[in-house]
Structures are given as C-alpha cells and as structure tokens.
C-alpha cells in the first residue's frame, strides 16, 4: 500500500501540482513573513491558515486533472479489475494530492513561523487552526478528485479550480472575519489577551472530516456503499449545524488572567505579561493624561489592558500590542480618562470630552470645537464637561 | 469535386484549425472579459495585510482565465498528427492563441489607454507563466502557476504600504519596477518554454 502511494507521490500530476504547491506554498511563506505581526504564535498561524486555504483550491483542480488522465489512460479501468479496486486507487490519488499539499501548507508555515517572534504568547488552544486549515486541504483534494471521477474530461480540472479559487476568495471577503464557510478570518490580529474561537475551530474540522468521509465512501462510485454515505451525509449535517450555532466570533478572551502591574502615585496599571513592555511608559501616559484633565473631571485609578477585568470604576486602556509606541499608549491614556460608553448617545458626549482631552495635550491636532471650549472661562468648561460627563456615563444605563 | 462542395470543404478545414483543441473555454472568457470591459466593476479582494482594503477592477482579474484559456488555443485536437501536416500549424495556433489576448486588450481601450496597456500587459505574462508549466507539466495543470500567482498577489500582495514588487496582477497601475519584473518575467518564461516538448505530451 505505501509502496503503491509512494508511486502515485512520485509521478505525473500529483507530482507537477505538488512540487509547486510547495515552492509556491515556500514564496509566499517568505513573503507574508516579512510583514509585521504580533509577537507569539496565533498571528503567524493564522496566516499559514489563510495561506493554505488561498492555495488549497489549485490541489482541487490538481485532483481533477490527475483523475482525468488516469480515467482517459483507461488505468481506472484496469485497476477496477485488481483487489484494490477503482474506488482503492481513486483514496489513492487523494493521498497522493493530499499529502503534497499537506507539505505546502507545512512548508509555508515553517516559513512564517521562522520569520516572526516566537517569544510571545502560545497556547495549545492555537493548534486548532492549522488543524482547522490541514482539514480543508484535505477536503479540498477530495472533492478534486470526486469531480474527476465524475467528469473525467481535460477541462474539470481547469475549470473546477477556478471557480474554487474565486469562490474561496470571494467568500473570504465577503465574510470578512466571520469566518463561517471557510476557516480563514482575515482582518483578525492576535493581540496578546486573545485566543482562537475553539469551538467554532473544531466545529469547521468535523464538517471538513465529515465531509470528506462521505466523499471517501463515494469513490467506489458504484451501488452498495449506501449505507456509509447516508451515515456521512449524517454527519455532515450534523456538524455543518454545529458549525452555525457555536459562537461566530473567531477570537475568545484568554484565560486564565496573568497580569503584571505598577503603581505609582495612586494610579495602578495592568497589562499581559506579553505586553509587559508597555507598562512604564503606558503608567506615564496616564499621568500625563491626568495632569491635563486635572480636577475638573472624575477620572479612574485602576487601569488594565483590553482583555484583563477590573475593579468597578476601572478603566481599559485599548492600544495595539503589535507595536507600542509612546504616542500610541498616549492616545489610549486619553481614551481611558472615562470610561467607553457602549451606545451612540454616549459616544457622541465621550468623543467631544476625548477632544476636549486632546486640546488640552496637543492642541496641533485637536479640533476647532474642541479649541473654543478649552478658551472658554474655567466655570464654563466645568459646566460644559460636567454635562457631558453625566452623558456619557448614564446614557447607555 | 463540384466549387460549391470545395468552398464547404475549404471553410470546414478553416472552422477545423482555427477552433483547434477547443474554443468554447476562451470565447467564453473574452466574452466575461467584455462584458466585465463594459460595466467596469471593482471587486474588492480580500487582503490580508490592507485591513484599509483594496479593489481592483474585475477585468483585471478576468485576465487570468482569459490568459488560461488563450494558452489551451495552442492545443490541437490530433496534437501527434500536426507535424506532419504541410500548413503552418505552429503559426496558426500561435495566431488562435493570441486572438483571445488581443480581443481583451481592445475590449479594454475605452477605459483608457494606460489600463488598456496595463491589462494587454497582465495578459502577456500570465500567459507567459501558463506557457511555462504548459511545457513542464502538460496543457492540463497549465493553469495552475498564473492561478497561484493572482491567488497569491489578491490575498498577500497588498499592504496598507502599497502593492508589493511580486504581485503584478493586482497593480491597477504598475510601478517601472514592476513593468521590468515582468518582462523579465516574460523573457524568462517564454524561453523556458521554447524548447519542443519531448514525446506527444500529457494532459
């Protein structure tokens, strides 16, 4: 059996399309390595995940070709006469595809992991997205040579990988970073206090798996496998629902909560231990912060990075772990001076207090509003921000 | 032989070489392309690093199957038997190959000289890389490297900093360093290609 795959590895289709899945799969590794992303391992796998599901159509028409050329060089014919069987030798040329794009994706992602920093955060929960991408994959070739053994005809390949390619594209897109049809959620960074959406990861896994039992019990395509197709067919159902409802957000919050702290002057600080870096400098922002709010505003004591919980009255100080610069971890410190409301009518009474913030610390880039409040007579301004302040911490009650 | 029966005769043959291995598959490409020339949408791609997004318009990306398909117009139905025939075969084919190439570049001219010549160029070289894997790999993968490349190039080769050197058919409009990668890209795979393929091929 090996033996037998070994040949199918080797040879003809599976070889031309493999070998360059993997160069491919390489070069584009490379390439997306180079790009900034966030210290620690969800980020690079993420990428390797949309990566492999990008390339994982062309191993589809990869399969469809492959099967066409056996199917028209009448070896199908021949191998149906031998023990293993048409439906032996069509597993077979899957495992071929499959495995050489196994090693593309592999490829790909050793690239992009050896071109990021690994010193950040990682976690076993991360492991569902290659897996998440390794199943489509799998999938995918499957499918390839299904539609090959239906249609054997030089085109199917083509045509087939064509369209997979824009509808996986497509749909990408379109999903954005929901993430429903395809495992891939672009536009979704890691930051230090987030995990990949488990459930949803491996709800996409046993839909892909399903899926692909069915078509493996398929391959014979001949009567008498009808019990194990309806019994995939089943669980494809089944985990095609369970896929649906689980909770489409692709992300979760880490847990458990590791935080590291600083004080000083009364004003406490928390961050990730991955975002460590920020905690000084952020520490001074909010100084700096409330030195411009001064006593005309309630500000907070406590103030934790996105992610972490904290006393009531705390506020959350939301910058992008990806690159912590000083203007950066200002700007949040301004954000953080009262707390997000979470409706419009609070946003609106909480932007004009940011300006008015930002007037007060740089007024090169505050608005002109915001310029003519902070000329106004002291009693003015009090009166000004003690209105909105009360919008924007009541209104979203 | 009566004329009326050799006219038909003559126009068979012409159908016969000009519809070579098979002319739906690009006529209907070149059609999409015109139609996609007419109504000028962009379609937004889903880049991963330009969470700011970017479009491209769809004819743009029609040139991959356009290309694709153009390359299959090289393809004979009897691919053993041409050899021995006295006509021109590898200029008709060549001349089948670029019909397709050059309906789409002039289905473009309306919108502008400078996309016109950006997508003749696009064209060129996604044919170029079908030829390439063509000759390696037989006319039934040869779409594969122009598929990985505009594969590629949609999700990875744009950055909030731009399009990448690399990623060439997605420039809407192409940097000088780009148009040279890809005459280098053209010249490299057009001589890759050249040499006859051994044996009667695969597909």
Known sequence: ?397 | MSLRRATLDRLRTAWTLARGWSLLPAALAVAGAGVAAVLDPSVPLPAYFAPRGYAVPLLQLLTLPVAVTAVLCLEEPAHELWRTSDRPMRVIAAARALVPLALTTLAALPLGLTRAVTIAVVLAALAAEALLLRRFAGPGLAWMLPALHVAGASVFGVTDEGVQLWAWPVAVEPSPPQLVLVAVTITACLTAAHRRRRGAGHR
């Not at chain 1, 589809?60 to 492959?66: F, I, K, Q, R």
């Not at chain 1, 200002?330 to 707390?339: G, K, L, Y």
């Open chain 1, 1 to 397: 059996m090996i033996r037998a795959w070994w040949a199918e590895f080797r040879h003809g289709a599976p070889l031309a399309a493999g070998l360059l899945t993997l160069l491919a799969g390489v070069a584009l590794g490379a390439t997306v390595g180079r790009q900034p992303m966030l210290p620690g391992c969800a980020d690079p796998l993420n990428a390797g995940l949309v990566l492999g599901v990008t390339v994982s159509p062309l191993a589809l028409g990869a399969a469809a070709v492959h099967v066409a050329r056996l199917q028209n060089g009448r070896l199908l014919a021949l191998a149906g006469t031998s023990p293993r069987g048409r439906g032996g030798t069509l597993r077979l040329a899957w495992a071929a595809i499959a495995a050489w794009q196994l090693l593309g994706y592999a490829g790909a992602q050793l690239f992009i992991l050896g071109n990021t920093s690994l010193h950040g955060y990682c976690s076993p929960a991360m492991l569902v997205l290659p897996a998440a991408g390794m199943g489509f994959s799998i999938l995918m070739s499957g499918i390839g040579v299904l539609l090959g053994a239906i249609r054997p005809h030089w085109a199917t390949g083509a045509i087939a990988g064509a369209m997979a390619l824009f509808v996986v594209l497509g749909i990408q897109r379109l999903e954005g970073p929901a993430g429903r049809l395809v495992p891939t959620f672009i536009f979704t960074y890691y930051q230090p206090f987030l995990d990949p959406n488990v459930a949803l990861n491996l709800a996409h896994l046993a839909f892909y798996l399903a899926a692909g039992a069915m078509i493996w019990a398929l391959l014979p395509m001949r009567r008498g496998a009808g019990l194990a197709v309806v019994a995939a067919a089943a669980a494809v159902l089944g985990s095609g629902v369970l896929a649906h409802v689980v909770d489409g957000d692709p992300v979760q919050h880490r847990r458990p909560e590791l935080r590291r702290c600083l004080s000083a002057d009364g004003v406490q600080l928390c961050v990730w231990p991955e975002s460590e870096a920020a905690l000084h400098p952020g520490l001074v922002a909010i100084q700096r912060s409330k030195a411009v709010v001064g006593d005309r505003l309630p500000t907070p004591s406590t103030f934790q990075q996105e992610g972490l919980t904290g006393p009531a009255g705390s506020s959350t100080l939301r910058f992008d772990a990806r690159e912590i610069t000083t203007a950066e971890l200002q700007h949040a410190a301004h954000r953080a001076m009262v707390p997000q409301p979470a409706c419009q009518a609070g946003l609106e009474a909480w932007f004009s207090l940011l300006d008015w913030i930002v007037a007060g610390s740089e007024p090169g880039y505050a608005a002109p509003e915001a310029l003519a409040i902070r000329s106004l007579p002291d009693g003015q301004q009090r009166t000004w921000l003690a209105a909105r302040y009360t919008a924007a911490t009541t209104a979203c009650r």
